[in-house]
């Protein structure tokens, strides 16, 4: 009875939750297995199987044994876990999962703003299917969460300076350190942004700023120091803490690898997350209110982000959500609100129903045919394309390279690089490493060369991914 008198008396917000879920669910038709993942779940399978943490490579020939700073440990772990219990329906629970838990911490703690203007929250909402190009099942996925909550915590405690809530973020950076470490210095640095936005008044124009009183200020310093200590609680200690700039300070990584690439205007994949943008910017400009100077800083610092590298595009979402509802004028709802919403949820169940059978899609990677020749020849020095590393991992055949770049990147990720596009002394550079086998697309720069080169020979082609035996190595 009390829930059905709570639904009752909150069917617009009921309404609006169940039209969370089935988008969701929805998002959920967009979820894909890519390489990066599989060599997640095989690190999980193996820290299980040996009940070790792994702080070495043992998935590759070539730096077999170095230190690798493995940040994503435990989200590793959790994800095998999951694939073992659900087997190939691991991939769409634990996306679905890690959407729902995302959207109810962005809308449960700001559900009055949600629920002042419906249709623009729906639009808001829709936004997120710019982002769809990253619903895998990779750890990115929950720091979306971590995320959500860090800004809850601090926003809280900007509104209300008696707030005790953010006391809960250094315990929530632990977790963070262990599941996607990478990422998680952003609890601090958003402390340090919080408290530098709270000790400055001024008013200029639409802008203004107005001082914390000493108390919430102190909370910020004192929280930001506490998750500093917090992120060293790892394996790998207080280099968890410079991890992040040292790849962001990797100017070839950045060139190399897609998803670190900075947003392109000649890229139309990338208007979209402009459009976000844009519409942000038109909301804070013709906005009545006065601009409050943290929202402004919170916006530039995370569009700053986005343009820097794609892969921070979430990131501005996630940002935004937390102020741009304040520039939204209210809208009244009527009856026919809760009715639309249920409509769209239904509507939203019956495209994921139809569409999925909650199960992985066939995605070979690379040919099974090729896989199993591989397995056969058990090649010692194979050298394989970068995308191709991870499934291979999970066949378990040791890779020249994969996913991991930052493990590569001191040794022979740039060699790699001009190997596979013919740059520089690439001769030089195959000769040096020996290979007794290459995996590469047919249509590469290197797949091409070793085509026309007679001191290679092509052992078989499938689907687009060639095998090809040196003849001047012994297998």
């Not at 099942?137 to 005790?164: E, G, V």
């Not at 397995?375 to 191709?388: E, F, G, I, S, V």
């Amino acid at each position: 009875m009390k829930i059905k008198r709570w639904i009752c008396q909150n069917k617009i917000l009921f309404s609006l939750f169940l039209f969370v879920f089935a988008f969701c669910l929805f998002l959920g038709l967009f979820a894909f297995m890519e390489s990066d993942t599989y060599w997640h779940l095989k690190a999980g399978e193996y820290m299980i199987v040996h009940h070790t943490i792994l702080k070495e490579d043992v998935f590759s020939w070539i730096v077999s044994g170095k230190y690798w700073m493995s940040h994503e440990w435990l989200l590793e772990i959790l994800l095998f876990q999951l694939k073992s219990l659900f087997s190939s329906s691991f991939l769409i629970i634990y996306v679905v999962f890690s959407l729902c838990l995302f959207y109810f911490i962005l809308i449960f703690p700001n559900r009055e703003k949600y629920l002042k203007n419906i249709p623009f929250s729906l639009l808001w909402i829709a936004f997120f299917l710019i982002f769809c190009g990253f619903l895998s099942a990779r750890p990115h996925l929950i720091t979306y969460s971590f995320l959500a909550i860090t800004l809850w915590l601090l926003m809280d405690l900007y509104q209300n300076s008696q707030s005790r809530k953010i006391y809960f973020l250094p315990f929530l950076t632990v977790l963070w350190a262990n599941m996607h470490g990478g990422s998680s210095n952003l609890s601090y640095l958003l402390c340090f942004l919080f408290f530098l936005c709270g000790i400055v008044q001024f008013r200029f124009s639409k802008i203004e700023s107005k001082r914390l009183s000493f108390l919430p200020l102190r909370r910020y310093f004192i929280v930001m120091i506490f998750c500093i200590l917090a992120i060293f609680v790892n394996p790998h200690g207080i280099k968890m803490i410079f991890y992040p700039y040292q790849n962001m300070a990797d100017s070839f990584m950045q060139m190399a690898i897609v998803e670190w690439h900075p947003t392109d205007l000649s890229n139309l994949a990338h208007y979209p997350y402009l459009i976000l943008l844009l519409v942000v910017f038109l909301i804070l400009l013709f906005s009545k209110r006065k601009i409050r100077f943290l929202d402004l800083v919170l916006f530039a610092c995370s569009a700053f982000l986005g343009l820097k590298s794609i892969r921070f595009w979430p990131y501005v979402y996630i940002f935004c959500s937390y102020f741009i509802f304040d520039y939204i004028p209210k809208r009244k709802y009527d009856s026919g609100t809760a009715l639309s919403l249920v409509m769209l949820s239904i509507l939203c169940l019956g495209l994921f129903f139809t569409g999925s059978n909650f199960q992985i899609q066939k995605n070979e990677i690379v040919s099974s045919e090729i896989i199993s020749i591989l397995r056969k020849k058990n090649p010692q020095r194979l050298y394989n394309y970068y995308d191709y590393g991870g499934y291979l991992i999970d066949q378990d055949i040791l890779v020249f390279v994969d996913g991991r770049a930052d493990l590569y990147g001191p040794y022979n990720y740039q060699d790699y690089y001009n190997i596979s596009q013919l740059h520089n002394d690439y001769e030089k550079l195959i000769k040096k490493y020996q290979f007794d086998y290459f995996l590469v697309p047919s249509s590469s720069p290197i797949g091409i060369y070793l085509k026309y080169h007679e001191n290679y020979k092509k052992i078989i082609q499938k689907k687009g991914f060639v095998l090809y035996q040196s003849l001047n190595v012994s297998s």
